[in-house]
């Protein structure tokens, strides 16, 4: 079972950034695609951000297309968020997530049913 851990989340006022960490318990990160998702309170998880196992290949929700952009640091392990200009509404608690099934790791498809998923960590954007 891979264990995920993320790490970033905290207060920021609306215009600010964040950025988002994420770390295995095992070095086989690299044979999965990874993806971020978040749910905010009296609403339904979603995904925000997908890289494949290469990481060439990047999706995003239109909702944070221009102001996020996710990477993978195949040598530390790790795969980040970045998250810039912040609005209220990204209020969330976020997830990293995990899925080794062939198909979704190379290609970068993060379904809701991924393998793996850390514990989250909340991210709040108020002035």
């Known amino acids: 079972q891979l264990q995920l851990v993320e790490s970033g989340g905290g207060l920021v006022r609306p215009g600010g950034s964040l950025r988002l960490s994420c770390t295995a318990s095992?070095?086989?990160?690299?044979?999965?695609?990874v993806g971020w998702f978040r749910q905010a309170p009296g609403k339904a998880r979603e995904v925000v951000s997908c890289i494949n196992q290469s990481g060439d290949i990047p999706n995003y929700a239109d909702s944070v297309k221009g102001r996020f952009r996710i990477s993978r640091d195949s040598a530390m392990n790790m795969v980040y968020l970045q998250m810039d200009n912040l609005k209220p509404e990204d209020t969330a608690v976020y997830y990293c997530?995990?899925?080794?099934?062939?198909?979704?790791?190379?290609?970068?498809?993060?379904?809701?049913?991924?393998?793996?998923w850390g514990k989250g960590t909340l991210v709040t954007v108020s002035s």
């Open positions: 095992a070095s086989m990160l690299d044979w999965h695609a």
């Open positions: 997530a995990a899925d080794g099934r062939p198909n979704n790791r190379v290609l970068g498809i993060c379904p809701d049913d991924m393998e793996h």
